[in-house]
């Protein structure tokens, strides 16, 4: 079992940052990948950053060269920053962590991101 709960999310205005962090408690040592998806109202939820236990990153198209994924292993966090942010950022954040056995993965709860124009 893997427990994730965001926060950082808030509104800001466009060309601005925010940073969204994640605690994972639980079977931490099981954790294949972890990640940062979105999802706005009336569209398919999308990957937006991805980080492996190795350390490698991977961004969607979208957010690269904008948003970084980050971890801190000593406070079993893991961070996305968010800088030039634009209205079509705005959406629920959900952090997401993927097992080595089985694939099995787990979601947050969600947390709102609002860019305003």
């Known amino acids: 079992q893997v427990q994730l709960v965001e926060s950082g999310g808030g509104l800001v205005q466009a060309g601005g940052s925010l940073r969204l962090s994640c605690v994972v408690s639980?079977?931490?040592?099981?954790?294949?990948?972890m990640g940062w998806y979105r999802q706005a109202p009336g569209k398919e939820r999308e990957s937006v950053a991805v980080?492996?236990?190795?350390?490698?990153?991977n961004y969607g198209d979208s957010v690269k060269g904008r948003f970084t994924i980050s971890r801190d292993n000593a406070v079993n966090t893991v961070y996305l920053q968010m800088n030039s942010l634009k209205p079509e950022d705005t959406s629920v954040y959900y952090c997401?962590?993927?097992?080595?056995?089985?694939?099995?993965?787990?979601w947050g709860q969600g947390t709102q991101v609002t860019v305003s124009s």
């Open positions: 997401h962590a993927r097992l080595l056995i089985y694939g099995t993965q787990y």
């Open positions: 639980g079977s931490i040592s099981s954790i294949a990948a």
């Open positions: 980080i492996t236990s190795g350390g490698s990153t």
